[in-house]
C-alpha cells in the first residue's frame, strides 16, 4: 500500500502558474503509476494527467493540454504537476492517485486504487 500527500496548491490569478507536489511513502514508489485527477465544486472528478512507473509515458486530458505537465523524480518519491497558464475555470481540488503495476503499463483513469487527501487550487478572473 502506498501513502499520498499532495502540496503547493493556493490563489493565483488566471495566467499564472502552480507546481503541485505529492509525495509517496510506504511500498516502492517506482511500482506505481501516479495520476493527477481534480473535482471542482458541484462536478464529478475528472482525469487530468498520468504518468508511467519510469516516467516514459505521459497522458493528459484535452483541456489541460499543453498548459500542464506530470513528472516524477523516483529517488525523491514525489510526482509533480506542474501547471502554467491556468484558467479560472481549472479551480478545483485536485487529488493525486497511484496504481500498482508492471512494466511500463500506462493504466486507465478508473483503474487508480490509492488516493491523497486533496489540495486547493483556486484561479482568479
Known amino acids: 500500500q502506498v501513502q499520498l500527500v499532495e502540496s503547493g496548491g493556493g490563489l493565483v490569478q488566471a495566467g499564472g502558474s502552480l507546481r503541485l507536489s505529492c509525495a509517496a511513502s510506504?511500498?516502492?514508489?517506482?511500482?506505481?503509476?501516479m495520476g493527477w485527477f481534480r473535482q471542482a465544486p458541484g462536478k464529478e472528478r475528472e482525469f487530468v494527467a498520468r504518468?508511467?512507473?519510469?516516467?516514459?509515458?505521459?497522458s493528459y486530458a484535452d483541456s489541460v493540454k499543453d498548459r500542464f505537465t506530470i513528472s516524477r523524480d523516483n529517488a525523491k518519491n514525489t510526482v509533480y504537476l506542474q501547471m502554467n497558464s491556468l484558467k479560472p475555470e481549472d479551480t478545483a481540488v485536485y487529488y493525486c492517485a497511484a496504481v500498482r503495476v508492471f512494466g511500463v503499463y500506462l493504466p486507465a483513469p478508473n483503474e487508480y486504487r490509492y488516493w491523497g487527501q486533496g489540495t486547493q487550487v483556486t484561479v482568479s478572473s
Open positions: 504518468i508511467s512507473r519510469n516516467g516514459g509515458s505521459t
Open positions: 510506504g511500498r516502492a514508489f517506482s511500482d506505481y503509476a
